[in-house]
Structure formats: C-alpha cells, structure tokens
C-alpha cells in the first residue's frame, strides 16, 4: 500500500477541479449539472471495461507500494478517481468555453451546409473508421503497438458515433469552444504525467508500447489516450448540446423548453432528421446573434448566462429593436424616418391585430428590405404584450423630432422621463413577459414590472449620460433645456462642444438620477423567478457598470467606449456569485 497515486490527485487534479469549479459555479444552471453527470456516467462506464482489461492483460501495471489497494474489476480506486476527475475538468472546460455561444445559430441542413464543412465532415468519419480498422490491426500483431491500438479501438468507434452527430458543428463553432477546451486539460494532464507519474506510479509494459516520447519521458500512447480521452468528453457534451439546441430552437415542434429536462422531447430532438430544421428560423436568431454581438457589447456578454430559450427570446427581441432603431436612425430625411416608423406601426398591426399571421409577413416583404426581414418576423409577438411595442414606437419619433422640429424635443425633465420610459421601460416590460412566459411563474408581477419600468429609465440615463458626444454628433441633445438654460448653454452649444465642465455637471446630475432609480427597483429584482433572476441581474449591474466607470471620472474619450473586458466580466461573475 502507498499513496504516490493518491498524492498525484491531491497535488494536481483536485485543485485544478476545486478551482474550476469555484470559477464555473455561478455560470452553471441545472441543466450544466446534468450534462457533466451524464458525460461522468457515460465516461466511467465506457473506461471500466477496457481499463480492467488493460490492467488484466499486463498492459500497463501498478506498483503495490504506489497505489492504496482498493480496487474494482482489478482497477485501482484512484484510477477510477482518475476518469471521473478527468472528465468532470474537461466537461467543465467544455460548458465554460462555450458559454459565450448560443449553439442553435450553428445548426444546418445538408442543403444548406457548407461544401467545405461537409467534406471535412466525411473525411473526419473516413479517418475514424481508419483508425479503428488500423488500431484493430496493432491488435492483432501483439507488439510494440498493441497498447496504441487498444487506445484506438475503444475510443475511435465512439468518436466516430458523436462526430457523424455533430461534426459540422464542431467545424463551425470557434476553435476557443471546441479545440481550448480539448487541449488545455489534456496539456495540464501531459504536465502532470510528466512531472510525477513518470516516476513510475504506473508502468506501460516495454514489450506493448511503441518506446517513443512526446517530451521527456510522456510516453506516445499516454500522450494520445489523454488527448482523445478529452476529444471523447467535447464531443459527448456537443451530442448532448445539439439536442438541447434543437429542442430550444424549435419551439413549436418541442414545447417544453430544454431546462426542464423534457427526456423524451431531448431524444426526439436528438434524432429530428437535419433536412426538419426550420432554416428561416435559425438563419434569423445567427442574425439576431450578430446584431446583439455587434452592437452592445454589454448585452452581449450578459445574454451568454441566460438559459436557452429566454436567451433565444431575449436576443431575437433586442434583435427587432435595434432594427428598428437603426431603421430609424440611418434615414436619409426626417420624412423617410417618419415613413418606417409607420411602416413598423403597420408591422405591428398586421402581427397584433390582425386575425391571421400571413397577412404580417407579406406586410414585411412589401415594406422593408430583405435584411430586415428576419427581425421582424422572428419578433416573439405571442410572448411579448403589444403597448409596449407600440411605445417604443413613440419614443423614436422623439429621436426624428431632434431634425425635424426646431425646438428639442426634451424641455424639461419629465420629457427626457416620459421618452426614457418609451424608449427602455418597455424593454424592462418585454423582458419580463419573456421571463414569466418561460418560466410559468406568477407570483409579484405588478410589484416587478414597476420595478423594471424603473430600471430601464435607470439604464437609458446612464447611456444617454455615456452618448452626450455621440449623440451630438447624430444632432441629438438628450439633457432637458431647463438643465442647460440652468448651466447657461444652449442645445447648440453643447452641439458645438459635448464636453467641458457644464456638461460634466450634468452628466453627473443625470448619473445621479440613474442611481437613484437603480437603488429604488434593485432590491425587487431577487423577486426574479428561477434561473432568470441572476442572468436579469448581470444584464442591469453590467449596464450600470458603465454609469460606475463614467461617475468615477473614467470613460474620457468620448465616443462608444465602454468599460474594460476583465471589468465586464468580473462584473458578470460578482453578480452571478451574489444572485
Ligand atoms: C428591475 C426588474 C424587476 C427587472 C429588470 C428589467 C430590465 C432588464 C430592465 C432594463 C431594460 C433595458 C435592457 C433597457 C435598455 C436600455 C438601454 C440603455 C439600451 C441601450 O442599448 P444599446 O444602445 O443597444 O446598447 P449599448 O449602449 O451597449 O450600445
């Protein structure tokens, strides 16, 4: 009996986990809980079989003055430590890369697929099924290969299952959610075999190994069976990943959304034929991603904590928003703005008012230019409520009023009050049916929407505090003319100089408005229900980042700057650690 073994995950594998799973805790939801459950479940019992058969065949050994002596199918308790701990750092790497993605963007047909992703795909399986037919042979020469061929025979047949399931998307998906998560635990694992399992806690028999090294003294097989082991986790998490993406995309085909674990709609997702995927639909939310991604980087970041389907819904909704607002914003002349918001008007009848849903989308191909389309059309209308829609409508033609009228349209407070409430409560509002929709809780839902019509007034002061040069240089002036008249300046003034102290004055004294506001509704938002709660509090507290940054003194250049990356997400993890 010896504790060399155990030492091995003491030193390196128990930290590693512990830390992770510290860093991972807030960002996980239930159904992250599963995923690595099912992927320890799965990976276990795969590896019992064939290691026990290592281990009986004298493949590879184990000191007895290394290990504590408990064992199970001849397996060494520390081994069968080895693969849960294993597979529970690479699962975790797996969900954490792939936070940032909403993975339903990256779903295609063979119709619509990429030649190239299709032909990498199919060579991908020819490799696999090489590998095996070339592990199978190692096999059979019972030489200094049999210990490769082992590792290629049991791990190429599973890993050809998972690509043939998912290897366009693996194609796809940026390298740092598939190849980081890979490579970063099976380098650790190479470190640490290196650095003490080298001094012979288990020892590869010379006579069924290859006797080369990838450094120092990490023989080539362990090398590789730690690669594709970790290769084996990704591409497991990915199958399991795709029927969640499927299952959340296609709402009408699967109504129960992925979180509550439907089992059955999961395998149904899991085996829905590509050529049934509703490509209108995921050409839109790859859009509505895109739009969100480049346009607010704070909304961004805080949509990759939300589960699937509020996420989708959420990102498809700031998707029509910003649509509009761009639609708006981009006119030519104050008549062609007032033209789309008509236009949007009309949409919103055809989609609310009127009885059948074709009349909305030929509206939508008559009216607007084809890249509008899918914001339009995916708008979540049977989610959202109608006002404030029609609202936010209203809030624009203040924007277009800016140009068409000589006179602000922000007189006093109460105006730059009512055009905040048109133009971010009622995103607040929208949020919120988005959450109870799926959610399926009631409980305080006046006291939340009052809270939430609060916070947006909140965050829409801290952007128009962060846009004063901006915004003047679109012709806008967003602080109400009493302020200024109070300061001495006129709307041209601060459109000549959208800096000094004057306006810093006011940015401060709008700032403090936010704050106020913010503090009043903060509290109602641990009213939240279930998993929505904490992403709803990072999307705020991420958003008031910036009106933190800017009463601090910082953001000095003017312009679109915002607060540094480790800042957001420091934010985004602090929240989510307190929610
Ligand atoms: C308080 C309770 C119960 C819930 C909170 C409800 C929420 C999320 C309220 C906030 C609503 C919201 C997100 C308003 C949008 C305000 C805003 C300033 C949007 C600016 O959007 P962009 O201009 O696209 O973003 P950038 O400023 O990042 O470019």
Redesign the pocket.
């Known amino acids: 009996m010896g504790l060399d073994y155990a030492l091995v995950h003491v030193k390196f594998t128990i930290p590693l986990a512990g830390f992770l799973t510290v860093t991972a805790k807030p960002f996980l939801t239930s159904l992250d809980l599963v995923r690595i459950a099912f992927l320890v479940v799965v990976a276990v019992t795969a590896t019992i079989p064939w290691d026990s058969y290592l281990i009986r065949t004298g493949v590879w050994t184990y000191p007895p003055d290394g290990v504590l002596g408990w064992s199970l199918f001849d397996i060494p308790v520390e081994e069968l430590f080895f693969f849960v701990v294993q597979t529970y750092i690479t699962s975790l790497m797996y969900i954490l890369c792939n936070k940032p993605v909403l993975l339903a963007q990256y779903l295609d047909t063979p119709s619509t697929r990429k030649a190239w992703v299709q032909r990498a795909k199919t060579a991908g399986q020819i490799a696999l099924v090489a590998a095996t037919a070339f592990g199978g042979y190692l096999i059979k020469q019972n030489g200094a290969g049999t210990y490769t061929g082992l590792i290629l025979t049991w791990a190429c047949p599973f890993l050809l299952i998972t690509w043939s399931m998912t290897g366009e998307i693996l194609l796809t998906l940026p390298w740092t959610s598939t190849l980081l998560p890979i490579l970063a635990p099976t380098f650790y694992l190479w470190v640490v075999d290196e650095l003490s399992l080298s001094q012979g806690i288990w020892t590869i028999e010379d006579k069924t190994k290859l006797q080369s090294q990838l450094f120092g003294q990490l023989d080539l097989e362990e090398a590789l069976f730690f690669l594709i082991s970790n290769t084996l986790v990704a591409f497991g998490i990915a199958a399991f990943d795709k029927a969640v993406a499927v299952c959340d995309a296609f709402p009408n085909k699967f109504p129960q959304p992925s979180d509550t674990l439907p089992i059955m709609s999961l395998l149904e997702a899991r085996v829905l034929p590509a050529s049934q995927y509703d490509m209108k639909r995921i050409t839109g939310i790859k859009e509505a991603v895109e739009r969100l991604r480049k ?5 961004y970041l805080a949509s990759s904590v939300f589960p699937g389907r509020i996420r989708m819904d959420l990102t498809l909704l700031y998707s029509y928003c ?1 649509l509009a607002d761009d639609l708006i914003d981009n006119a030519e002349s104050p008549k062609e703005a007032l033209d789309w918001i008509s236009k949007l008007k009309g949409h919103l009848d055809s989609v609310y008012c009127a009885p059948k849903a074709a009349n909305a989308q030929d509206f939508v191909r008559a009216n607007f230019p084809p890249s509008a389309h899918s914001a339009l059309e995916l708008l979540p209308s049977h989610i959202v409520s109608a006002e404030p829609l029609y609202a936010l409508l209203e809030g624009f033609r203040t924007d277009v009023e800016f140009t068409a009228e000589r006179e602000s349209p922000i007189r006093e407070e109460s105006d730059l009050q009512l055009y905040a409430a048109r133009v ?1 409560s009622t ?2 509002e929208m ?2 049916d988005i959450v109870f929709h799926h959610t399926g809780h009631k409980d305080n839902r006046p006291l ?1 929407y009052t ?2 019509k609060e ?2 007034i909140a ?2 002061y ?2 128009i505090a962060r846009d004063v040069a901006v915004d003047a240089a679109m012709g806008r002036v967003y602080l109400p003319q009493t302020w200024l008249e109070e300061e001495g300046l006129t709307a041209a003034d601060v459109l000549a100089q959208p800096s000094g102290p004057k306006v810093e004055r006011m940015r401060k004294r709008l700032l403090g408005k936010a704050f106020e506001r913010y503090r009043s ?1 903060r509290g ?2 641990d009213l ?1 229900p279930g998993e929505a709660k904490g992403p ?1 509090v990072v ?2 507290e991420s ?1 008031m980042e910036i009106g933190r940054v800017l009463a601090e003194g910082g953001l000095r250049v003017e312009g679109k700057a915002t607060v540094p990356a480790w800042r957001r997400i420091g934010v985004v993890w602090k929240t989510l650690v307190k929610a």
Do not use: D, H, P, T
């Not at 346009?295 to 909304?299: A, G, L, M, T």
């Open positions: 346009k607010s980087r704070s909304f910003r971010a995103i607040g949020c919120l939340l809270a939430a916070m947006g965050l829409q801290v952007n509704s109602s938002m939240i709803m999307a705020v958003y």
